[in-house]
């Protein structure tokens, strides 16, 4: 026999008909009651117990629907709101579900942000800065001078009223020094979605232009990536990981993107663009730079930009690997600020482990920070001082503590 399908319930009304069930939830009679039909009549439908039951669920759940709409409307719109006590209460004084509550208040939340951001700007841009300065300083470990130059330039350059060109950074340093972290944390700061906001492009050099046989496919696909999301976007960032792996050909093509632009009349409003650049490139010389100035008895934090980027830029324009440093991006000046990521130590790391631990809501000993800290390898072998991975396989590090 076949089995008879019934219809679903909407999820609106399973949703009411659930908040009946939670204490507190208010209930209403009489609301669909036929005038000619009363449940206390002889062989009326209403008298049967399910319909009954059905229609008082009904009945409480349009009740509370005009109660929840009044209350949200309330704290939305305060000036429109009607002046009777039922619209005024505060629905913390309502017999509501406390769950029903929470909802609430973060639903009226979301929307007055909504609002507040759609009044004359682009809401899928949010420009944080004191929440990427926080993040920065304490998400980001070891790194003083990539977080200090980060900040100062993207802040300046969002705040210039009509830069004549895009904003350069070139992150530089050893895998696990943190530099995807920082393009991570950026784009979470100043976009609200961020990576996945249409106005963040991401780029891999070995993902996404694999094969130099294809060059001239890719550079037609990122010209027009480019110039899309700069049309779509007052605001873009755009970050390429592996730069070094770049074709010549291709950052050739980038470079008519980052070079100053003319400007077309005071009333011309250029829109702004962000380029990171993420590369291994100088990792060494970094690393050589700072273990040397350890060694002589300078502190961490006492290293200064003049201490590295001398050698660092030499570093990079004499490299053979890599086509970078032979580009019209480094050859032109076009690039604003060569950051580099210092060597992390095993202080850092176990920084890096508590993090892990608190980002996947699981409870940590002190002694299981050093364990896995301490599983990390060391470099050079003689003093065993820089992490050779950074704080990168930690997380698989912590499944071994894991029941």
Not at 152 to 175: N, T
């Given at each position: 026999?076949?089995?008879?399908?019934?219809?679903?319930?909407?999820?609106?009304?399973?949703?009411?008909?659930?908040?009946?069930?939670?204490?507190?939830?208010?209930?209403?009679?009489?609301?669909?009651?036929?005038?000619?039909?009363?449940?206390?009549?002889?062989?009326?439908?209403?008298?049967?117990?399910?319909?009954?039951?059905?229609?008082?669920?009904?009945?409480?759940?349009?009740?509370?629907?005009?109660?929840?709409?009044?209350?949200?409307?309330?704290?939305?719109?305060?000036?429109?709101?009607?002046?009777?006590?039922?619209a005024?209460?505060?629905?913390?004084?309502?017999?509501?579900?406390?769950?029903?509550?929470?909802?609430?208040?973060?639903?009226t939340?979301?929307?007055?942000?909504?609002?507040?951001?759609?009044?004359?700007?682009?809401?899928?841009?949010?420009?944080?800065?004191?929440?990427?300065?926080?993040?920065?300083?304490?998400?980001?470990?070891?790194?003083?001078?990539?977080?200090?130059l980060?900040?100062?330039?993207?802040?300046?350059?969002?705040?210039?009223?009509?830069?004549?060109?895009?904003?350069?950074?070139?992150?530089?340093?050893?895998?696990?020094t943190?530099?995807?972290?920082?393009?991570?944390?950026?784009?979470?700061?100043?976009?609200?979605?961020?990576?996945?906001?249409?106005?963040?492009?991401?780029?891999?050099?070995?993902?996404?232009?694999?094969?130099?046989?294809y060059?001239?496919?890719?550079?037609?696909?990122?010209?027009?990536?480019?110039?899309?999301?700069?049309?779509?976007?007052?605001?873009?960032?755009?970050?390429?990981d592996?730069?070094?792996?770049?074709?010549?050909?291709?950052?050739?093509?980038?470079?008519?993107?980052?070079?100053?632009?003319?400007?077309?009349?005071?009333?011309?409003?250029?829109?702004?663009?962000?380029?990171?650049?993420?590369?291994?490139?100088?990792g060494s010389?970094?690393?050589?730079?700072?273990?040397?100035?350890?060694?002589?008895?300078?502190?961490?934090?006492?290293?200064?930009?003049?201490?590295?980027?001398?050698?660092?830029?030499?570093?990079?324009?004499?490299?053979?690997?890599?086509?970078?440093?032979?580009?019209?991006?480094?050859?032109?000046?076009?690039?604003?600020?060569?950051?580099?990521?210092?060597?992390?130590?095993?202080?850092?790391?176990?920084?890096?482990?508590?993090?892990?631990?608190?980002?996947?809501?699981?409870?940590?000993?002190?002694a299981?920070?050093?364990?896995?800290?301490?599983?990390?390898?060391?470099?050079?072998?003689?003093?065993?001082?820089?992490?050779?991975?950074?704080?990168?396989?930690?997380?698989?590090?912590?499944?071994?503590?894991?029941?």
């Open positions: 026999m076949e089995r008879v399908r019934l219809p679903r319930c909407p999820r609106w009304l399973c949703l009411h008909l659930l908040l009946l069930l939670l204490p507190g939830a208010p209930g209403h009679r009489g609301l669909l009651e036929s005038p000619r039909e009363r449940e206390d009549e002889p062989g009326s439908s209403w008298a049967w117990p399910g319909v009954r039951r059905l229609k008082e669920q009904l009945g409480a759940a349009g009740a509370l629907s005009r109660r929840y709409w009044t209350l949200f409307s309330c704290q939305v719109w305060p000036d429109h709101c009607e002046d009777n006590d039922e005024t209460s505060s629905p913390l004084d309502w017999n509501l579900p406390r769950w029903g509550k929470w909802s609430l208040e973060r639903l939340t979301w929307f007055r942000s909504f609002q507040e951001c759609c009044e004359g700007r682009d809401c899928r841009i949010s420009n944080n800065f004191s929440g990427l300065e926080s993040d920065l300083t304490a998400r980001l470990h070891g790194q003083h001078l990539a977080r200090d980060v900040l100062r330039a993207v802040r300046s350059y969002l705040e210039m009223p009509q830069p004549d060109k895009a904003l350069v950074l070139s992150f530089h340093g050893w895998s696990g943190g530099k995807n972290f920082v393009a991570r944390i950026l784009a979470e700061n100043l976009y609200r979605d961020g990576l996945r906001s249409d106005c963040v492009k991401m780029f891999i050099a070995t993902f996404h232009f694999p094969h130099s046989k060059v001239d496919l890719y550079k037609e696909q990122l010209q027009s990536q480019i110039q899309r999301t700069q049309w779509s976007c007052h605001q873009s960032l755009f970050i390429f592996e730069a070094e792996k770049l074709h010549p050909e291709l950052l050739e093509v980038l470079g008519q993107y980052l070079e100053p632009r003319v400007s077309k009349g005071p009333q011309a409003e250029p829109p702004k663009a962000i380029f990171l650049f993420l590369s291994n490139l100088g010389v970094i690393n050589e730079g700072v273990l040397n100035l350890l060694l002589s008895g300078q502190s961490r934090e006492e290293i200064t930009m003049e201490h590295l980027e001398p050698y660092l830029q030499a570093d990079i324009t004499e490299s053979t690997d890599s086509g970078f440093g032979h580009s019209c991006l480094v050859k032109k000046n076009l690039v604003d600020f060569f950051v580099p990521f210092l060597p992390l130590e095993y202080r850092h790391v176990r920084l890096c482990v508590r993090d892990a631990f608190v980002s996947r809501e699981l409870q940590y000993t002190e299981a920070l050093d364990e896995i800290a301490k599983m990390m390898i060391y470099v050079p072998k003689e003093v065993q001082l820089f992490s050779s991975q950074g704080c990168k396989l930690i997380s698989q590090r912590i499944n071994y503590f894991l029941p």
